[in-house]
């Protein structure tokens, strides 16, 4: 059986100050997904972070708007100080805007209920998953995850960058007690029976599949999940269809 995937960690853009130029296109990430069955990819612009949200959430929407095998999620900001215009849910449907991500040490705000109470709550109530990113040290760390999903049990969040060497101790007393969060695949397998282990513990349902591109190998991944020692019903689960359920239970309206 030839898997099919939809990679949920991948961002495009150029990677500034980075002294290897990291940089890819939209253009050059589907023609690298086509060569290696990728059917979907959900993907941020390098800019969302590195430049200010608003440019690159505008930057994004475009990037993707006529590439029907890409979709988005935006970045945000501390809604009181109204440097980015309030979110219509509507739109972003049309837009293939999927979730939302954070980069509060890079942005300079607190990620709370304080902060963020009111809009997280709406992001709970319409199951519109949040991408939390654990190794870049601009995003959340593991404290800020845990003090989230304590305020907001029901929040869906895919945990990407998981880290590396024993991550399950922080991620599966967060999959023992959340039930709506995930994990993505692609640091999963770089210690032995990392992702066998997580399955065989909470199923196939938990996980997505990430590869972190353009800074790492798809092929990498994809390897990773093709010759794992699971199920092959976990592997299309793994694959894409987690995530394709997590999509389609969106609330738009």
């Not at 991408?131 to 845990?146: I, P, T």
């Amino acid at each position: 059986m030839r898997l099919e995937f939809f990679d949920v960690n991948v961002w495009i853009g150029n990677l500034m100050g980075d002294k290897y130029g990291i940089s890819i296109t939209s253009e050059d990430l589907v023609r690298k997904m086509a060569s290696l069955n990728i059917k979907r990819a959900i993907v941020y612009h390098i800019y969302q972070r590195d430049i200010h949200p608003d440019v690159g959430n505008k930057i994004l929407i475009d990037e993707i708007s006529n590439k029907p095998s890409l979709y988005g999620i935006l970045t945000v900001l501390p809604f009181q100080i109204r440097e980015i215009k309030d979110i219509d849910f509507g739109e972003l449907k049309h837009q293939k805007i999927v979730g939302f991500t954070f980069f509060p040490r890079r942005h300079n705000y607190l990620l709370n209920k304080i902060t963020f109470g009111d809009f997280l709550s709406e992001l709970e109530y319409r199951r519109f998953p949040v991408f939390f990113d654990l190794l870049s040290g601009f995003s959340v760390n593991y404290q800020d995850v845990y003090d989230i999903l304590n305020d907001f049990p029901k929040l869906v969040c895919i945990l990407c960058n998981i880290g590396i060497w024993n991550s399950n101790r922080y991620t599966w007393p967060i999959l023992d007690k959340f039930p709506n969060v995930y994990i993505d695949s692609s640091l999963l397998s770089l210690y032995e029976g990392g992702l066998e282990e997580t399955v065989k513990r909470f199923g196939g349902r938990r996980i997505v599949f990430g590869s972190g591109y353009p800074e790492r190998y798809i092929e990498a991944s994809i390897l990773q999940l093709v010759h794992s020692e699971i199920s092959e019903k976990d592997k299309e689960r793994i694959a894409y269809s987690n995530i394709e359920n997590i999509i389609e239970e969106i609330k738009y309206e």
